[in-house]
């Protein structure tokens, strides 16, 4: 069984700073023109603090996953970003810093980990259907019910003679309900409560403070949150939940179902959630600077062209993207008006 891979996500203790220092020091000691000095001030930085270690650890982690820069085509694209962003000369060497010197020795590639949602990683690992990044499925079940997957997303089925259920493991999904023959309820279960379909047609999410937010297109949906608290959730309307608290309904967006279709529409969301959800998309890392993460976003977008998507945002918001090595990305306010920095 191929299991297609699903991304960390950014760790939640290094700040933006901090992990943008740890990829620059990355890209320097890698290049092969570090030198003795380069590798003392490296250690100076590293020794600074305990979140530049786990901020040095996530970066060797994200590494192993791109294979080594030393023999990659991209070597010198990397050298070449790193020198024009941190605008040091570095003094060319005969002897090579090789990366199987730093990401081999795996001195703190463990710190990474404590910040991997790894129980959540492996119930999708071992998922009935599963995306990785990039990746959007369309699932019919036996009965007929299609179940659109967003990428980096999973559920278990369990039909049964009595019931339909699934289970929401990670991520998103859109589900468009069959009549059964047998008149079985259709279920979908939640580690913050159960939601019964009603003829339906709707989305729901899981995000990553542990809320739900449910979208109904059509019928409607019975919420029953964890602590028993009860609601109906009719056609075009949405609601957030979490096991303990039901949120108030709203007017649902449609552009909560815009995914299926490759497109993320926004319409007046901060910069910080397009990124959110780029992330999905994006193999590597894919940072953004506390500074802009607030910039309101309007406009329809690809998701599955992350780099288009970012060269848009780079068109229209006082922003530029930076990248500083071939599988680390990083969005940081411009030097100018909207679309000047490149």
Request: charged residues 25%; proline residues 9%.
């Given at each position: 069984m191929t299991v297609p891979p699903l991304e960390p996500r950014p760790p939640p203790g290094p700040s933006h700073r901090a992990l943008e220092q740890a990829a620059q020091w990355f890209a320097a000691l890698c290049s092969g023109e570090a030198t003795a000095a380069d590798r003392s001030r490296w250690e100076a930085w590293l020794a600074e603090s305990v979140e530049h270690g786990e901020a040095w650890g996530y970066v060797e982690n994200i590494s192993r996953?791109?294979?080594?820069?030393?023999?990659?085509?991209?070597?010198?694209?990397a050298i070449s970003a790193y020198q024009q962003a941190s605008g040091a000369r570095l003094r060319r060497r005969q002897a090579l810093l090789g990366i199987a010197s730093l990401a081999g020795s795996s001195l703190f590639g463990w710190m990474a980990w404590?910040?991997?949602?790894?129980?959540?990683?492996?119930?999708?690992?071992?998922?009935?259907?599963?995306?990785?990044?990039?990746?959007?499925?369309?699932?019919?079940?036996?009965?007929?019910?299609?179940?659109?997957?967003?990428?980096?997303?999973?559920?278990?089925?369990?039909?049964?003679?009595?019931?339909?259920?699934?289970?929401?493991?990670?991520?998103?999904?859109?589900?468009?309900?069959?009549?059964?023959?047998?008149?079985?309820?259709?279920?979908?279960?939640?580690?913050?409560?159960?939601?019964q379909a009603l003829g339906t047609r709707f989305t729901m999410r899981l995000d990553d403070d542990a809320q739900i937010c449910l979208a109904v297109y059509e019928g409607a949906v019975e919420v029953r949150t964890g602590a028993g608290v009860t609601t109906v959730v009719p056609?075009?309307?949405?609601?957030?939940?979490?096991?303990?608290?039901?949120?108030?309904?709203?007017?649902?967006?449609?552009?909560?179902?815009?995914?299926t279709r490759g497109m993320l529409v926004a319409r007046n969301i901060p910069l910080s959630g397009v990124v959110r959800e780029l992330r999905r998309y994006h193999h590597g890392h894919l940072g953004l600077a506390p500074e802009v993460a607030d910039l309101p976003v309007f406009g329809g977008y690809p998701v599955h062209d992350p780099?288009?998507?970012?060269?848009?945002?780079?068109?229209?918001?006082?922003?530029?993207?930076?990248?500083?090595?071939?599988?680390?990305?990083?969005?940081?306010?411009?030097?100018?008006?909207?679309?000047?920095?490149?």
């Open positions: 996953r791109f294979g080594p820069i030393k023999s990659s085509p991209a070597r010198h694209t404590r910040h991997t949602p790894l129980p959540g990683m492996t119930q999708a690992w071992m998922a009935d259907h599963r995306t990785g990044t990039g990746e959007v499925r369309e699932v019919t079940l036996a009965d007929g019910t299609r179940v659109w997957l967003n990428a980096v997303s999973a559920f278990n089925q369990d039909y049964r003679s009595d019931l339909r259920r699934l289970h929401l493991v990670r991520g998103e999904i859109l589900i468009d309900t069959a009549a059964d023959p047998l008149r079985r309820p259709f279920y979908v279960e939640t580690a913050q409560g159960r939601l056609v075009g309307r949405q609601v957030r939940f979490t096991s303990s608290s039901l949120g108030p309904p709203g007017p649902a967006d449609p552009a909560r179902e815009a995914w780099d288009q998507t970012l060269a848009m945002l780079e068109a229209v918001l006082p922003i530029r993207v930076r990248r500083p090595l071939p599988w680390w990305v990083s969005i940081e306010p411009g030097d100018g008006d909207a679309g000047s920095a490149r």
